[in-house]
């Protein structure tokens, strides 16, 4: 079968497979023996958007040391060329590829194998192409997922918005009324790190707006975007909302509530309502309903992990989902009219007793679980089930990992680390309170780290990096068992997946078993995992080297670069075989 998220194609001995993701694209690499030489220095990537004929490069943040070296000495700046993978390899067997250009529409990768004896000229001694649909929608009209790119604390912000640290407020101050004006607009920082899920949020938010038939019904949890709130504020009477009002929420100066006090002034105070189930009012979602006759009918949901703050969408990692389907848009509404203005006796009800499903033709189930339940296990089992049963690999993003508990939590923890390739990105995975954050390594236990940043002791040619803010990073609450198996599966949603918020938290989760939409989050899982993983080596590494340069052919009698990804009993050897296989 035909399908337009993944594409491969071998030539020569040298294998590429591209997995399609959201304004990203994952290439997957392999190479047959008679490539595996120790003068073979990485793969060269070039790409092609629609029907062009020029080629654009993909460039690699590190060079080999002579080259380096030759530059420092003559001091020389070195030149973009220098950097593009033709003359830099990549030294992967895999590479997240996030263009400088938005994707929406066909993209052609051209990968070389490239050899280089340290002397003679670099050269390509195998080249294939391979297509892929690259549309921006990922699901036609039915399903957009986009996320954020989250990562402020990053040397790509650092190229493109060197020294901008005051985008948002100091964590713990009021964000409501921060002047965002400098930041927005093309080639700004809040496009760039509000990426796709921004772009989305907006977009449908002004689309409803500006409908005057349209009436929009909101859960929320964190309400203190300027940006959001004046949109909000748009609607007048059109507009419903719930606003958590937990803890620091429920505060008479916290930014919720003075955003309650704006709506209840522009669309009158039945309109909004303070609550938060019996735990948290979790969910972050907008329901859109068109006036049709007498009748007010549900058309589209945005839902997922983003909150509505400067942090949720410029700071961390975050997902959206916007479903443009009548059957799904009326099960969100019918947990608002349960929750509002009061959620009294919302367990016991039947939109949060059991699963509801949604079949699409030609792609895949997707089912959705209301919380709070009775019983956590009504959600968390069948999540436990799927990575109890997943055969090669379970990705995982969860915001607050050491703070889950449940079938889940069980369930993440007995994998067999030695049969699957699991790879996990937790902000506070130990002590609930600890800001700490945890890169599950492929082939080890959990570890935990600190905040990912490079910050001091850096080799050339990295630059010390904005640690973001503090506060959460990482806020992505999904977990994906076999992406590119026979049963691929993501949960997700607003649910932070463990048993005490199940049963008393407003959330939301999601299962889908859509391939297409499962590989975008893997595609996602393996960029933050990547991201994250680099620093945390970097930052305990017992030497810290001046520079960190491409591995150039080895000495007689030592490895080469790409001697372990063959080695069965390395865990890059399961993820080059699970990725290009």
Same mark, same amino acid.
């Given at each position: ?259 309650? !006090?704006?709506? +209840?002034?522009? #669309?009158?105070? %039945? ?5 938060? *189930?019996? @735990?948290? =009012? ?101 999540? !436990?089930?799927? +990575?109890?049963? #997943?055969?090669? %690999? ?5 915001? *607050?990992? @050491?703070? =889950? ?104 989760? +999601? ?71």
């Amino acid at each position: 079968m035909s399908v337009d998220y993944i594409a491969s194609n071998t030539t020569d001995g040298l294998t590429l497979k591209l997995y399609r993701g959201e304004d990203m694209v994952l290439l997957a690499f392999d190479i047959d023996d008679s490539l595996k030489q120790p003068d073979f220095v990485g793969f060269a990537i070039q790409y092609f958007l629609g029907d062009s004929t020029q080629p654009r490069d993909v460039f690699n943040f590190l060079m080999f040391k002579s080259v380096r070296l030759k530059a420092k000495t003559a001091k020389k700046h070195i030149q973009l060329a220098a950097r593009a993978s033709i003359r830099s390899p990549i030294q992967q067997f895999r590479w997240a590829h996030v263009p400088s250009v938005p994707l929406d529409g066909p993209v052609t990768y051209q990968v070389s194998v490239m050899f280089w004896n340290g002397d003679n000229p670099i050269v390509a001694k195998a080249t294939t192409r391979a297509t892929i649909d690259a549309h921006r929608a990922t699901r036609g009209t039915f399903l957009n997922v986009g996320f954020t790119r989250g990562f402020a604390s990053s040397q790509a912000y650092e190229r493109n918005f060197p020294n901008e640290r005051k985008i948002i407020p100091p964590v713990g101050k009021p964000q409501l009324n921060f002047n965002t004006a400098p930041f927005e607009g093309e080639g700004r920082p809040y496009p760039w790190l509000g990426f796709e899920a921004r772009r989305i949020l907006f977009d449908f938010l002004d689309e409803c707006q500006a409908d005057p038939d349209v009436l929009a019904d909101f859960f929320v949890y964190d309400l203190s975007d300027p940006e959001i709130v004046r949109r909000l504020e748009a609607f007048g009477p059109r507009l419903r909302i719930v606003i958590d009002n937990s803890d620091k929420h429920g505060k008479p100066t916290s930014d919720e509530s003075n955003a309650a !006090a704006r709506l +209840i002034t522009s #669309a009158g105070a %039945s309109n909004v309502a303070r609550h938060h *189930f019996s @735990g948290l =009012q979790h969910n972050k979602v907008i329901i859109a309903r068109r006036k049709s006759g007498n009748a007010v009918v549900p058309f589209a949901v945005a839902t997922g992990s983003t909150n509505f703050s400067l942090g949720g969408l410029y700071i961390q990692n975050n997902n959206i989902l916007l479903f443009r389907d009548a059957d799904i848009a009326k099960l969100y509404a019918d947990v608002f009219d349960a929750a509002f203005p009061k959620p009294t006796g919302f367990s016991g009800k039947p939109i949060a007793m059991k699963w509801f499903e949604k079949d699409l033709a030609d792609a895949g189930t997707y089912r959705f679980c209301f919380s709070p339940h009775k019983k956590a296990t009504l959600s968390m089992t069948p999540l !436990a089930d799927a +990575i109890e049963g #997943a055969d090669k %690999s379970v990705f995982y993003a969860i915001a *607050f990992r @050491g703070a =889950q508990t449940g079938p889940a939590d069980k369930a993440l923890d007995a994998l067999d680390l030695k049969k699957l390739l699991v790879m996990g990105v937790a902000n506070m995975p130990g002590k609930p309170k600890s800001n700490t954050l945890m890169v599950q390594l492929p082939g080890r236990g959990p570890v935990p780290f600190g905040p990912a940043t490079l910050t001091k002791d850096l080799p050339e040619p990295f630059k010390k990096e904005w640690t973001g803010g503090g506060g959460i990073h990482m806020h992505h609450k999904f977990v994906i068992c076999d992406f590119n198996g026979s049963k691929p599966v993501v949960f997700t949603g607003s649910s932070n997946m463990a048993a005490g918020g199940e049963q008393g938290n407003g959330d939301n989760l +999601i299962e889908i078993r859509d391939p297409k939409v499962v590989i975008a989050y893997a595609v996602q899982a393996v960029s933050i995992f990547d991201h994250y993983g680099f620093r945390n080596r970097m930052k305990n590494a017992k030497t810290k080297p001046a520079a960190r340069d491409l591995s150039e052919p080895p000495k007689p009698g030592q490895p080469a670069w790409w001697e372990s990804s063959f080695d069965p009993t390395s865990y890059k050897f399961r993820d080059r075989v699970l990725f290009s296989g």
